[in-house]
C-alpha cells in the first residue's frame, strides 16, 4: 500500500505563480465542495464519492484556470472541451459546474431523485456543461478523440481533456485511442489519467509512463493533488501529438476513512458518519 | 451495379456535396473508396480494425456537427460494438451512418464468426435506432440520400443478393406489391424477389418493407388479411413479430415465416448453396404459405 504521494513537478519544474498566489483561497474552496459531495452522497444514498473526491482538485483547476467553458459559450464551437470518461466520479464534476455558474446548487440538491436530471452518471441531454453521456468505462475516450480530430480538421484552436481512470485504462478502447490520436497527431487533445491505483488489486498498469510513450504520446506525472503541479501539467500545450499527464492521486482524498479504502467506493455516509467526516473537512 | 459499388458511388457523390460527411472504413472497401481517399482526406479514413473505438469516435466527430458514416462487415459493426452504438449513438441521440457488408450469410465460406444474421434482431433492441434493408442498389441509393443526414443512427444492410425490380421507396413506409384476402405476406428487403415469384397466383397481400425500424404500421393494419401474416426475413426470424402484434391489436393473428433458421451455419460454400438448403427460393417458400393458409 502507497503512504503518502510522490513529489514531482510538472513540466518545466516551476510553480505558478497564479494558483500559488492564492493557494488557500483554492483549498478552501475544494474543501468546501468536498462538503457538498459528501452531503449529497447522504441525501440521496448515492453517489461514487471517493472517486469523485480523487479527481477534484484536477477539475477545479481544469475549471477555474484553464477550460474556455463558461455557461455563456457553452453551445458555441469556440469552446474548450472537458469529458469526463470516468463517469462514476461526476460528482465532482456536479459541483464544479455548479461552482461556475452552469446550474443552481437548489437544483443539485435533487441528485438521483427521481426527475433529476443528475444521476449517478452525467448525462449530455440532461446537464448543461456536461459534454457526453458517459458510465461505460472506455467510452469517454474515443468521443474526446473523435472530437479533437473534428477540431483540427476545422482548424480549431479549441482544447480537448478527457479524463480516465486507472481502472479505464484496462479497457481496450483505451489504448485504441491512444493509437488513434497519435496517428491523427491530436495535439489539440489532452488526457488525465487519474492514476489512484485502484486497479492494481486486479491487473496493476505497469509503468503508464513508458506505455504512453511508447503509443508517441507526451508524457509527464504529476501530484494530482498539488494545485500548481496540476496547473503547470495541464496549461502547456503540445504543436504536435497528443499530451498525457499521468496524475498520482489518493482515492478517497481528503478524507482519511476513505482514502484507498475500497469500502467507499460505492458507499454513502450515514447520518454519524456524515458528522464525522463534515467535521474533518471544515 | 451490385449493392456494394452502389455504396461506393453514393456515398462518394454525397461527401463530394457536403463537407460535414466524415466517413470511417474498418480496414474494408479501401479498394473501392480509393481515389475518395487521396481526394478527399479530411473526410475519407482508412481507421483500422478497431471497432469499438471507430464508433466512440464517430459519435465525437457528431457532436461537433459532423456527419459520421461507418462502414465495416456486419458482425464487427454492430455485434462487436454493440454497447457503442446503444449508449455512445443510442442513448446520446446523436446522428450517424452504419453500413455493413455480408449481410447473414453472404460470406458464406468464411465461418460464423462473419456471419451475422442477428444484426436487426439485436438492433430492433435499441430505443432510437433506424433499420434500413434495401432491396436493390438503387434503392439503397434512395434511402441513404433520404436519411444520411436525419441526426439518428441508421443502420443500413448492404446485401449481396438483390431483387430483379426496383421500387420506388421511401424511408418508414412500406410497398403495397399485391393486394389478397387469404393472407398477408411480408417481405423484407432482398427477399422480395422470391416471395413474390412464390405468391404470384395466390390470394395473398404482399407488403414489401425496407424499413424495419420505424416500423410502418399504418399499412399492416390496412392490409391484415384474414388473421394470417407470414413474414419472411433475410435475417434470424422474429425480428418484426412485436410491431406486428402491435399493429393489429386488439385483434388477434397467426404469425409464421421463413427466416434464417436460429443456428450457426456450419457449412461452407456459396450463399446460393445456403439459400437453396434454407429454403430461400419460391416454390418452397410458395409450399409453406399454402401450408400456412390452408393451417385452422
Known amino acids: ?282 | 451495379m451490385s449493392m456494394r459499388k452502389q455504396f461506393i458511388s453514393t456515398v462518394e457523390e454525397l461527401i463530394a456535396r457536403d463537407e460535414r460527411i466524415v466517413l470511417l472504413l474498418g480496414d474494408i472497401g479501401v479498394f473501392g473508396f480509393r481515389n475518395s481517399l487521396i481526394k478527399y482526406p479530411k473526410q475519407v479514413y482508412n481507421i483500422g480494425i478497431l471497432e469499438q473505438s471507430t464508433i466512440g469516435l464517430a459519435a465525437g466527430l457528431a457532436m461537433t456537427g459532423k456527419i459520421p458514416f461507418v462502414h465495416t462487415i456486419a458482425p464487427f459493426l454492430v455485434e462487436r460494438s454493440y454497447e457503442q452504438l446503444k449508449d455512445d449513438f443510442c442513448y446520446q441521440e446523436l446522428g450517424g451512418n452504419f453500413i455493413s457488408v455480408g449481410a447473414s450469410y453472404d460470406y458464406s465460406a468464411l465461418g460464423s464468426t462473419h456471419h451475422c444474421p442477428a444484426d436487426v434482431g439485436i438492433l430492433k433492441l435499441l430505443p432510437g435506432m433506424e433499420i434500413i434493408l434495401p432491396g436493390t442498389s438503387r434503392e439503397f441509393d434512395i434511402l441513404l440520400k433520404q436519411c444520411y443526414s436525419n441526426n439518428n443512427p441508421t443502420y443500413f444492410r448492404l446485401s449481396e443478393y438483390e431483387n430483379d425490380e426496383d421500387y420506388d421507396v421511401t424511408f418508414g413506409k412500406a410497398n403495397i406489391i399485391q393486394r389478397g384476402s387469404q393472407a398477408t405476406v411480408i417481405a423484407i428487403g432482398s427477399m422480395l424477389n422470391q416471395v413474390k415469384k412464390a405468391v404470384s397466383g395466390l390470394d395473398v397481400s404482399l407488403l414489401y418493407y425496407t424499413t424495419v425500424a420505424p416500423f410502418d404500421m399504418e399499412i399492416l393494419k390496412k392490409h391484415v388479411s384474414h388473421g394470417k401474416i407470414f413474414v419472411c426475413e433475410p435475417n434470424y426470424g422474429g425480428s418484426i413479430y412485436f410491431d406486428i402484434i402491435r399493429a393489429v391489436k386488439p385483434n388477434s393473428v397467426q404469425i409464421d415465416g421463413i427466416s434464417v433458421p436460429h443456428r450457426f451455419l456450419n457449412h461452407y460454400g456459396s450463399r446460393e448453396e445456403h439459400d437453396n438448403i434454407l429454403g430461400f427460393n419460391a416454390p418452397e417458400i410458395k409450399k409453406r404459405i399454402i401450408n400456412f393458409i390452408n393451417e385452422k
Not at chain 1, 461526476?90 to 436530471?117: D, I, T
Open chain 1, 1 to 282: 500500500m502507497r503512504v503518502g504521494l510522490p513529489i514531482y513537478y510538472g513540466i518545466g519544474g516551476q510553480k505558478s505563480s497564479l494558483i500559488k498566489n492564492k493557494l488557500i483561497m483554492h483549498k478552501l474552496k475544494i474543501k468546501e465542495l468536498r462538503k457538498l459531495i459528501i452531503e449529497l452522497s447522504y441525501k440521496s444514498q448515492e453517489g461514487h464519492i471517493a472517486s469523485a473526491f480523487s479527481i477534484l482538485d484536477i477539475l477545479w483547476v481544469l475549471y477555474e484556470r484553464i477550460l474556455n467553458t463558461t455557461p455563456k459559450n457553452i453551445n458555441t464551437e469556440n469552446r474548450d472541451i472537458f469529458i469526463l470518461s470516468k463517469g462514476h466520479a461526476c460528482l465532482a464534476q456536479y459541483v464544479v459546474l455548479m461552482e461556475k455558474g452552469f446550474f443552481s446548487k437548489s437544483e443539485l440538491l435533487s441528485f438521483c431523485e427521481y426527475n433529476s436530471p443528475f444521476g449517478g452518471h452525467p448525462d449530455r441531454n440532461k446537464i448543461i456543461g456536461i459534454e457526453a453521456s458517459t458510465g461505460s468505462l472506455g467510452h469517454g475516450f474515443p468521443m474526446a478523440v473523435g472530437i479533437a480530430l473534428a477540431l483540427s480538421i476545422k482548424q480549431s484552436s479549441s482544447r480537448v481533456f478527457v479524463l480516465v481512470g486507472d481502472g479505464e485504462c484496462n479497457e481496450g478502447t483505451i489504448w485504441e485511442s491512444a493509437m488513434l490520436a497519435n496517428r491523427f497527431q491530436l495535439a489539440n487533445l489532452c488526457c488525465i489519467v487519474d492514476f489512484n491505483h485502484s486497479t492494481d488489486r486486479a491487473l496493476s498498469l505497469g509503468n503508464l509512463q513508458d506505455k504512453f510513450l511508447s503509443f508517441g504520446w507526451g508524457v509527464s506525472t504529476i501530484n494530482g493533488h498539488d494545485l500548481d503541479q496540476i496547473y503547470d501539467a495541464v496549461s502547456k500545450t503540445s504543436s504536435n501529438k497528443p499530451s498525457v499527464i499521468i496524475a498520482e492521486t489518493i482515492k478517497g482524498y481528503g478524507c482519511k476513512r476513505m482514502e484507498n479504502n475500497p469500502e467507499w467506493h460505492h458507499k454513502s455516509p450515514s447520518e454519524s458518519e456524515l458528522k464525522e467526516i463534515i467535521k474533518e473537512l471544515s
